[in-house]
């Protein structure tokens, strides 16, 4: 826990509610794991709770990771489109922020070699 982490929530005890910034919630539609072939899209949509900044990018392995939608229907959300290049695991990271604080979600992809 950080230092924001540890300052909002002091703020929580003391001060109402609806005045407390509380730390923004990130639900991946489908789960965290997937598994795909190489060169195959891996489609899933990212849903927050708050009006948030994003960042997303790849961790680990070879991919392409890019939003499926230029506008996406609204703050909220995300439709993201990860493209896997070799066969190895591949490990895509979401930062959501509500500032201060920020929190993270690990999508990791089985990738297995290209069927042909």
Same mark, same amino acid.
């Given at each position: 826990?950080?230092?924001?982490?540890?300052?909002?929530?002091?703020?929580?005890?003391?001060?109402?509610?609806?005045?407390?910034?509380?730390p923004p919630e990130i639900d991946v539609t489908g789960g965290l794991k997937y598994s795909a072939a190489v060169g195959q899209p891996v489609r899933f949509e990212v849903h927050t709770h708050a009006k948030t900044t994003w960042k997303f990018w790849i961790e680990r392995g070879e991919a392409e990771l890019t939003l499926a939608d230029e506008r996406p229907?609204?703050?909220?959300?995300?439709?993201?489109?990860?493209?896997?290049?070799?066969?190895?695991?591949?490990?895509? #990271? #979401?930062?959501?922020?509500?500032?201060?604080?920020?929190?993270?979600?690990?999508?990791?992809?089985?990738?297995?070699?290209?069927?042909?």
């Open positions: 826990m950080g230092t924001t982490d540890f300052a909002a929530r002091l703020k929580w005890a003391t001060l109402p509610p609806e005045q407390a910034k509380h229907q609204s703050t909220d959300l995300r439709n993201l489109v990860l493209t896997p290049k070799s066969a190895s695991e591949v490990h895509a #990271i #979401i930062a959501v922020t509500l500032f201060p604080l920020t929190r993270y979600a690990r999508v990791v992809v089985n990738v297995t070699p290209k069927r042909g």
